[in-house]
């Protein structure tokens, strides 16, 4: 290990000692994992979004130009209605749960890595040490791979709740709310758990992963996968609420999508309490405003 460690492997051929040697650096595969997940799970909504919303939902190899796949793209990426593709008879299929479990395993990568890049680099970064110091460590992957099982068990969830609320005529075929009401519930919901002390207990663990690691450190796969798994709960502890809010806002709004990873992102990285309180706040007034605008539109009108 000492020997990986200092990028000597000398019984090797050259192209194989620096594969070694890029992959006995942990924090290198750190970043290499995020950057390679969040890019596949972006490119898989980008992809499915501007196929759906092509001519009858298909995209046919040699029929659909550059052109009009970059305008495609851009009328629907603020939008939510490629969904009417996926089940046009608002009935879902098996293909149809896979591609929407498909859906909300990316959409949960794209939202969730880029919050999660400070947790898995500070484990690499104590991997670098130990390897320094001839100790035996596991790959970042491990730990990610545990934190990543974390949220597509949440998609899974998600996926059946789309699959209800889309049953009970609360959502649309599009994945879009017809009720300004479970809109309003959905933030308002997401604006008080801003509040909670569950909220901010997991808020800590994800904003000062260094104390858990040492505390808890591992230097088995299993042992490393089990961090990932409780770190992974510690980070839905955290977000699932103003995940929700996607069911508010149109569940492939890609838009919104960006400005929540957003907003997890800058949470974590250590921005204080007044950030998630102003985010709870602002989450609320939008709630009310879901619900004033759905109890106005039912207000009887007065005869003139």
């Not at 994800?206 to 490393?224: D, E, I, L, Y």
Request: proline share 5%; charged share 10%.
């Amino acid at each position: 290990m000492a020997e990986t460690a200092n990028n000597s492997l000398p019984n090797l051929s050259p192209a194989a000692s620096r594969l070694g040697a890029a992959f006995a650096r942990p924090k290198r595969l750190a970043v290499i994992c995020v950057i390679a997940l969040v890019g596949l799970g972006w490119l898989y909504l980008a992809l499915l979004t501007a196929a759906m919303s092509g001519p009858a939902g298909t995209w046919v190899a040699g029929t659909w130009p550059i052109s009009s796949w970059a305008s495609n793209t851009w009328a629907v990426i603020c939008g939510s209605t490629f969904g009417v593709a996926l089940m046009p008879d608002g009935v879902w299929g098996v293909s149809g749960f896979a591609l929407i479990a498909l859906m909300w395993g990316a959409m949960t990568l794209a939202m969730m890595l880029p919050s999660a890049s400070p947790m898995i680099l500070t484990y690499a970064e104590i991997a670098d040490t130990a390897a320094r110091k001839g100790e035996a460590v596991v790959s970042p992957f491990v730990l990610a791979a545990g934190y990543t099982l974390v949220w597509f068990g949440f998609a899974a969830l998600a996926t059946i709740a789309q699959y209800a609320l889309t049953r009970a005529a609360i959502l649309d075929p599009g994945m879009a709310s017809v009720s300004g009401l479970f809109s309003g519930a959905i933030f308002v919901a997401a604006g008080v758990y801003q509040f909670s002390d569950l909220k901010h207990a997991c808020l800590r663990q994800c904003r000062s992963p260094f104390p858990f690691f040492f505390t808890n450190w591992a230097t088995t796969p299993r042992g490393v996968f089990k961090l990932g798994l409780r770190q992974g709960l510690f980070c839905l502890g955290c977000c699932w609420a103003m995940m929700l809010v996607m069911f508010a806002v149109g569940i492939m709004n890609v838009v919104w999508m960006a400005a929540l990873g957003i907003v997890m992102t800058l949470e974590k990285m250590g921005t204080g309490k007044r950030f998630t309180y102003a985010i709870g706040v602002l989450l609320i007034a939008g709630g009310v405003a879901f619900v004033g605008s759905a109890v106005m539109a039912h207000w009887p009108a007065r005869p003139i």
